[in-house]
């Protein structure tokens, strides 16, 4: 692990969680200053039917909806397992933990810390992907295998940095 | 002494309803109702009403060869009438759900005549006659062995069975077929293979953890009964473990 790596964390709920709940999570983990980056995994939503006879058909799904985090817009594409956060220090997570404590009142979670839950520097798969002059910030962040970006939502991280950019990514679990 | 099936080990609730389950003498409670329309709906093999495709011609009008077997063995009623061979699959949530995939098959194999059943992890398909196949579904879905929100009738994308439950209580489904209303019940909007239904069909409301802990087949040291509260399973367990790992050094039990 390099030294100026940062520390992470990851939101564990007892349960799958609704595009509603998530709007509410995201919302409020993007309030706590010093949250750099964030990706969400979770089984895979589907837009169309991937197997069987029905294969192609549309698949209409009401936890595929778009949701609003901090005024930037984006469809979810998984149903919320968990959230991996990236943080600018420890003391950072302390304070995601007061925030999740708040917030996760009708079902039990866990915050899990003290190791590596995403990539932090690029591999070479990253370099063969992205080539030599890929921004590090979406590293870890992007699902190889789709085609759309991290949605960036402009937030001030620390009061005396001002604006920064914070990456919200979807990663698909692939079916077992 | 007429032989006596015990069916299986075990000592805890879990192991009472997988005897339960598997024996054809008990009678599984009827918790809901589903019309034949609604069964053939969720399978969606034919359209409701329709008469039932033959893949060949009825037995009684083949010139069938002299066979003591067939004297013996009496043909289902899909089989006498020449029905296609069709399917239901079901994933099973390890979260308590009533029937798990192992299990269904031994209770099926037990209760219903002339089943092909195809055992996997985290759901299990059986094939069977078409006729014989909507009684055999109706009963599945009506009885104890279902729940509408731990349980789901998927053909294909069955992905659900070892994930964390939604915030809802249902069973993650990629495709959907089934949705909780408001109302609390659970109503089917596509069938088993995400083909969206010209109508809802209700499947009735989800049981409460308390009773699925109750009725459940599966161990869960977390949400349910753990496998250490029961020794006589886990002693059964060993005695096979033992006997298969021995296998092939002429094991002898002392």
């Known amino acids: 692990m390099p030294e100026s790596a940062f520390p992470q964390c990851r ?12 709007e ?72 995601v933990q007061e925030m999740c404590d708040a917030f996760f009142t009708k079902i039990p979670y866990t915050l899990q810390k003290g190791r590596r839950f995403m990539k932090s520097s690029p591999t070479l798969v990253d370099y063969a992907k992205y080539g030599p002059k890929a921004n590090e910030l979406i590293i ?30 979807r990663q698909n679990i692939h079916q077992i | 002494m007429a032989y006596k099936p015990q069916y299986g080990p075990g000592t805890s609730i ?27 709906l969720i399978l969606g093999h034919r359209a409701p009403g329709a008469a039932y495709p033959s893949a060949h011609p009825p037995l009684a009008e083949q010139q069938e060869p ?13 089989a006498k009438a020449g029905d296609r061979v069709r399917y239901v699959q079901f994933a099973d949530s390890m979260f308590n759900a009533p029937s798990q995939p192992y299990q269904r098959t ?52 069955v992905h659900g069975h070892s994930l964390r439950l939604a915030e809802d209580g249902m069973m993650f489904d990629a495709l959907q077929r089934c949705v909780l209303g408001e109302d609390g019940i659970v109503r089917y909007v596509k ?14 409301k989800p049981m409460d953890a308390k009773w699925l802990k109750e009725h459940s087949t599966i161990f869960h040291s977390l949400v349910g009964t753990a496998l250490r509260e029961d020794p006589e399973y886990i002693e059964y367990l060993q005695r096979i473990h033992t006997l298969r790992t021995k296998y092939g050094f002429m094991p002898k039990e002392e």
């Open chain 1, 24 to 95: 509410g999570l995201l919302n409020r983990v993007t309030g706590v200053s010093g949250v750099r980056r964030i990706v969400i995994n979770g089984p895979g939503l589907p837009a169309i039917v991937p197997y069987g006879p029905a294969r192609g058909q549309a698949n209409p799904n009401t936890n595929r909806r778009t949701i609003q985090v901090c005024g930037a817009e984006f469809e979810m594409k998984v149903q919320t397992g968990t959230v991996t956060l990236e943080v600018e220090d420890e003391s950072v997570i302390t304070a």
């Open chain 2, 14 to 40: 879990v192991a009472q309803n997988r005897r339960n389950q598997m024996n054809p003498s008990y009678k599984l409670k009827k918790l809901r109702d589903v019309t034949d329309e609604d069964v053939v």
């Open chain 2, 66 to 78: 002299a066979d003591p077997m067939r004297k013996l063995v009496k043909p289902t009623e899909g």
């Open chain 2, 191 to 204: 069938d088993q293979v995400g083909v969206p239904l010209d109508r809802a069909v209700e499947v009735g």
């Open chain 2, 106 to 157: 031994y209770a099926e194999m037990y209760r219903f005549r002339a089943i092909d059943p195809g055992t996997l992890s985290g759901r299990q398909i059986v094939e069977c006659r078409e006729r014989d196949l909507d009684q055999y579904a109706k009963l599945l879905i009506e009885t104890e062995m279902f729940d509408p929100a731990t349980i789901g009738i998927r053909g294909a994308t």
């Open chain 1, 140 to 169: 870890g962040l992007v699902d190889p295998r789709k085609k759309d970006g991290p949605v960036i939502i402009p937030i001030p991280t620390r009061q005396e940095e001002g604006e920064d950019c914070q990456g919200i990514s």
């Open chain 1, 11 to 22: 939101i564990v709920p007892l349960r799958l969680l609704s595009p509603q709940t998530t």
